[in-house]
């Protein structure tokens, strides 16, 4: 499922259409996304695009991270550990900000760097990016050199023009502007000396900009041309395997594995919800929103429980808490990551490591959910009425704001891990034994 998964969300090969369709979607949405950035103001109907747009980006960030081990080739849980500080995971997750609620309305511009998706599908500008890596030393020393004479160029017009420039930086500007030959013309020399150096700057700027210019342009041909012939070995490749498997490749192999698959993960985020509903309707001091998460990850594999989260989470922003409801995604991954690796040991449960499992669940899920709602609420007790009681009564014990914090959201979590820890235990021993 996995496999199939990646080979979805990445670029897509030869003759493989339904990726191909995804590529096309998700690259726009992710220009869609940045149509509220055109608008001064907001409406309900740009707050929806946004809303809608942010869920679906992050769906596609969590898919290539439950399968970021194929693209890595490396089948490490550090795998997964790492990918979400990769650059491209960086500018995805600070592009969600604004829309999350973590930073202020004007930072929305953040937005734009959702946008970057481009670079996971245009080969083009992946041939560009591999030009400036396998030139960066000519083109870092052409720009030394750029740097090197737009200060000399305006220490020199400083020292012979003065009253021209109020300060070493307007002469810096002149400087620039003429060695890149733009020249505004709201700052220019009026002295002889001054004049040559002008002239002298914009020759110089013409054969500072043409050097990298045709080094660029020649390393990308280069690159169009092995790209080119990447395409026809790919595309023969595919070829080949679509005549010995004697079609197109399915979505899915619906066998018995991919069923139960389905089946684990639905009855899953099934859990989630409705231990979730009755937690809330009998307002017990627990959510048991992870229950789920923890089973599919245990019975399955990481990446299952990381999908059972994140539609879990999904729901929950879109029935009740809005965009905001995906920051505590962070504590559903962490349950799936620690009970599919942790607990397990080459696919066999390790009874006694359920303890030490259990203990850094209720350190790790505290960290993050107190510290994520801390961000956003910062200044008042927690939202949620256990938690809210517990804070105060730390708070009367005389506790800093923040260990009170944290500590009303420690308990809770202990209540929490615990209870779901005996569910996912009964859910293990109940469900049929059969090994997927």
């Not at 070493?168 to 002889?192: C, R």
Request: with cysteine; aromatic share 14%; charged share 15%.
């Amino acid at each position: 499922m996995r496999e199939r998964l990646f080979s979805l969300v990445q670029k897509a090969e030869p003759g493989d259409r339904l990726s191909k369709a995804y590529d096309i979607f998700i690259v726009l949405v992710a220009f869609i996304s940045v149509v509220p950035l055109m608008f001064k103001g907001t409406t309900a109907v740009l707050d929806t695009i946004d809303l809608i747009t942010v869920y679906i980006l992050f769906a596609d960030y969590v898919f290539r991270w439950v399968t970021c081990d194929y693209r890595s080739k490396s089948k490490s849980v550090w795998a997964f550990v790492k990918y979400p500080f990769t650059p491209y995971a960086l500018l995805l997750l600070l592009s969600m900000l604004p829309s999350l609620g973590l930073v202020s309305h004007g930072f929305r511009v953040l937005r734009l760097f959702r946008i970057t998706v481009v670079f996971q599908y245009s080969e083009n500008l992946r041939h560009i990016a591999r030009v400036f890596q396998k030139e960066k030393k000519t083109l870092v020393s052409v720009l030394y050199i750029a740097i090197f004479y737009i200060f000399l160029s305006a220490l020199i017009m400083f020292a012979y023009e003065p009253e021209n420039f109020d300060n070493f930086f307007e002469a810096t500007y002149w400087a620039t502007t003429a060695l890149t030959t733009v020249g505004y013309g709201d700052v220019f020399p009026v002295s002889t000396v001054g004049k040559l150096i002008s002239m002298i700057s914009s020759l110089f700027g013409i054969a500072v900009i043409a050097l990298p210019a045709g080094i660029v342009t020649a390393g990308f041909v280069d690159e169009i041309n092995k790209g080119e012939r990447a395409k026809r070995q790919a595309a023969e490749k595919a070829l080949a395997q679509r005549i010995s498997a004697g079609g197109t490749q399915p979505l899915f192999n619906v066998t018995a594995k991919v069923k139960r698959y389905a089946l684990v993960m639905a009855a899953s985020v099934l859990v989630n919800l409705l231990l979730n509903v009755i937690s809330q309707y009998f307002k017990l001091p627990l959510w048991l929103d992870v229950t789920g998460t923890a089973f599919a990850a245990l019975l399955l594999e990481p990446a299952a429980g990381l999908l059972v989260g994140l539609a879990t989470n999904l729901f929950f922003a879109v029935v009740e808490y809005g965009p905001s409801s995906l920051l505590y995604y962070s504590s559903s991954a962490a349950v799936a990551v620690l009970a599919g690796v942790f607990l397990k040991k080459e696919g066999i449960l390790q009874p006694k490591r359920v303890a030490a499992c259990i203990a850094l669940v209720i350190a790790i899920t505290t960290l993050l959910a107190g510290g994520t709602e801390l961000c956003i609420s910062w200044g008042s007790a927690p939202g949620n009425a256990w938690e809210r009681y517990y804070y105060e009564f730390a708070d009367g014990w005389g506790l800093p704001y923040i260990a009170a914090f944290f500590f009303g959201h420690l308990v809770v979590k202990v209540y929490d891990t615990l209870s779901s820890a005996v569910l996912v235990a009964l859910l293990y021993l109940l469900w049929p034994k059969k090994r997927v």
